[in-house]
């Protein structure tokens, strides 16, 4: 009778236990799922205020009129910008936060509306916002080996697929026709311009794929090199006629379809 009600209580103590290491276990990756999510919210937090910075309003009280300069553009495609809502960067203003920052990056409709740095490795940025507070949402960046004015056959931005949706996420819904047909341009503001990104091809590829090319010895070469990413395309892009004067741009983030498994959008420059 004794060693019966010894294992008893051995068989509640024992269930006791499992109980507390089980609330432990849910305490702790709670715990981690509230940090991840408030780190999240801050570093979303922080782009509003660049983008806030970056656009504000020359109406509003304590900002003169005419301090923050339009990037010059041609007549023809004002009502274009207009119509796509796309936004005056001051690029100036964002660049004295951190003189790393590159360019800024919009796509009409959709979260992308970003500064995009550029560090002295592909590393930093992974981890650190515009504004260099260390957090997981990182920055869009380009490629270290890029010229920093966008003057490169290809300069590739790389950004996080965070599961909030945000920075590159939504590159992998070119995979659909539609998502493209309603997508098809991004704006860019670079060293005192404006462009449209005219996107023409958008592929899930391999991390050591010609995607990230940067270097072409012959026009002929990078000529074979447009073809090939073009041909790869899940899209029918609009009739773009391509040429090896074109700057390309491409953009990067991380796929699930494979191991290192990465989508890549291509688009073109066009001076507006």
């Not at 209580?9 to 799922?33: H, N, P």
């Not at 970003?114 to 260390?134: K, R």
């Not at 080996?145 to 920075?167: C, W």
């Not at 070119?174 to 503001?189: C, E, I, K, W």
Request: glycine fraction near 4%.
């Amino acid at each position: 009778m004794r060693k019966r009600r010894k294992r008893n209580k051995l068989t509640v103590l024992a269930a006791v236990l499992l109980i507390l290491v089980g609330l432990g276990t849910a305490a702790f990756y709670g715990w981690q799922i509230y940090s991840t999510e408030q780190e999240y919210k801050e570093g979303d937090d922080a782009y509003d205020l660049i983008s806030q910075l970056a656009t504000a309003d020359p109406d509003k009280e304590n900002v003169e009129p005419g301090e923050i300069p339009a990037p010059p553009v041609q007549e023809e495609n004002l009502q274009e910008l207009e119509e796509n809502n796309v936004p005056i960067i001051d690029l100036e203003a964002v660049q004295d936060i951190n003189e790393e920052i590159a360019c800024w990056l919009y796509s009409p409709d959709t979260v992308i509306d970003y500064p995009v740095c550029q560090g002295e490795d592909n590393e930093y940025y992974l981890y650190h916002l515009a504004d260099g507070t260390y957090n997981r949402n990182g920055c869009l960046f380009v490629d270290y080996r890029n010229a920093f004015d966008f003057s490169d056959p290809n300069t590739l931005i790389y950004g996080h697929h965070m599961a909030s949706g945000s920075m590159f996420a939504s590159l992998i819904n070119y995979a659909d026709q539609a998502y493209y047909d309603l997508h098809p341009v991004m704006y860019l503001t670079v060293n005192g311009r404006m462009y449209r990104m005219e996107i023409f091809s958008g592929y899930t590829t391999s991390m050591d794929s010609s995607a990230y090319e940067l270097n072409f010895s012959t026009d002929h070469e990078l000529a074979e090199w447009l073809r090939e990413i073009s041909a790869k395309s899940d899209f029918r892009p609009r009739a773009i006629t391509l040429s090896t004067d074109d700057r390309i741009v491409t953009l990067s983030t991380c796929a699930y379809s494979f191991q290192d498994a990465r989508y890549v959008v291509h688009g073109r420059l066009v001076a507006l």
